[in-house]
């Protein structure tokens, strides 16, 4: 299957805690996305790194990606309650590869 | 306003049924796409099409047929219904085919029985 993986399939942290997720992919990269999906909502797109990127940050989130092991991870700083969610990557070379989701818990 | 929407939201149907799942983006968007959520959430692309011409054709079976009259909307008619069929099909979009941010729809829930 080229469907990507994700570590771990389920994180549960305090608040104000950091989350980290991983993200594994097989295909070549154009650039890599997170996703978050709220429960029984559609996806709405965290962040975007390109294949020439090393690291990115926008706001609590962190993204680093490492071509030469196929993977990326996506670090929530300081979590709260309203991160609970699915978290996904999504693989965009020459398919369009989605990770097999991350459940967040945040706890209050 | 919503950016990109899916009607209906909710649908359940027998097995054997014929049914459509209609999107619209109103982002001016020149690329949308339709994917699959299983039980599992796993997420796989069925189809995109870009100004009305199909680009992605994933191994879907031929009982799917996405139709896009012009580039706001990519129509989902779905065949002969099986059980497996049940699963969230998202519809989305993206400003032009190199797939930059896509802009994804509420899903509908579809429930063969």
């Known amino acids: 299957s080229q469907q990507g993986e994700e570590d771990p399939q389920a994180l549960s942290i305090q608040e104000g805690e950091n989350a980290t997720m991983n993200c594994s992919y097989k295909t070549s990269i154009n650039n890599l996305q997170w996703y978050r999906q709220n429960s029984g909502r559609g996806l709405v797109h965290l962040i975007l790194i390109r294949s020439n990127e090393r690291e990115k940050h926008s706001g609590r989130l962190r993204v680093t990606l490492d071509t030469s092991k196929k993977s990326s991870s996506l670090l929530i700083t300081a979590s709260r309650a309203a991160d609970t969610a699915s978290y996904f990557c999504?693989?965009?070379?020459?398919?369009?590869?989605f990770g097999q989701g991350t459940e967040l818990s945040v706890k209050p | 306003d919503t950016a990109v929407s899916q009607t209906p939201k909710y649908l359940v149907t027998q097995m054997g049924n014929d049914k459509s799942i209609k999107c619209e983006q109103n982002l001016g968007h020149d690329t949308m796409y339709w994917y699959k959520q299983d039980s599992k959430k796993f997420l796989k692309i069925m189809f995109s099409y870009n100004n009305k011409e199909l680009i992605i054709n994933e191994t879907v079976p031929n009982r799917f047929s996405p139709k896009s009259p012009d580039k706001a909307h990519l129509n989902l008619h779905i065949n002969s219904l099986e059980l497996g069929d049940s699963a969230v099909y998202f519809c989305?979009?993206?400003?032009?085919?190199?797939?930059?941010?896509?802009?994804f729809g509420p899903g509908t829930r579809l429930l063969v029985l």
């Open positions: 989305a979009s993206s400003q032009d085919r190199l797939r930059e941010t896509q802009y």
């Open positions: 999504l693989n965009q070379g020459g398919k369009l590869i």
